[in-house]
């Protein structure tokens, strides 16, 4: 009888093991950029390149007109899709410049807004592990809209799309 017991446990561990863990995928679907203020800021290039199947891409390059911008805040939103696309769990503004300025940032960072922006090639696989095994986010297409406010005028949008199964 024990040793049917022992024997069902170790089973009942197995299987916990191995069918509980859930292995997701996050998938990126489109990237969009506006400038909303062409006297400030112009998105020379913002897109998705697919290589293959599983290897995907982001590129955005900004050129800054009026440098150096010594006040900028972001606010982001995360939304979700469901009849829709409707405001999910984050939605906050930050100012990027006390960010920058605190002692431990990296001081190449500080450099960011004084130059053009260039995000050239970034793959999305630390987007990947830190959605999927770092915070667990249920299934679904999801948004994440930036607004770039520099100087308290709401100056560019960026919006990235992705799905997650």
């Known amino acids: ?17 191995y ?4 292995y997701s995928l996050v998938e990126f679907t489109n990237a969009q950029c506006e400038s ?6 112009l998105f020379e290039y913002c897109f998705l390149k697919s290589v293959n199947r599983t290897f995907k891409y982001v590129s955005v390059k900004v050129k ?11 606010h982001f939103v995360l939304y979700k899709r469901l009849n829709g696309y409707l405001p999910f769990l984050y939605n906050m503004t930050f100012d990027a410049c006390k960010f920058l300025k605190s002692p431990n940032t990296n ?15 970034m793959p999305y696989h630390n ?10 986010f249920p299934e679904g ?7 770039w406010i520099a100087y308290d005028i709401d100056r560019a949008v960026t919006k990235f799309y992705w799905s997650l199964s």
């Open 19 to 22: 069918f509980a863990e859930v």
């Open 127 to 136: 987007v990947n592990n830190l959605l999927t095994k770092i915070l667990p």
């Open 107 to 121: 001081q190449i960072a500080l450099f960011f807004f004084q130059h053009d922006i260039v995000l050239d090639k």
């Open 1 to 17: 009888m024990t040793f049917k017991l022992n024997l069902f446990f170790a089973f009942l561990i197995f299987c916990t093991y």
């Open 141 to 147: 297409n999801y948004m994440l809209e930036m607004h």
């Open 36 to 41: 909303l203020d062409k006297d400030f800021a």
């Open 64 to 74: 800054l007109l009026k440098l150096p911008i010594t006040k900028i805040k972001m």
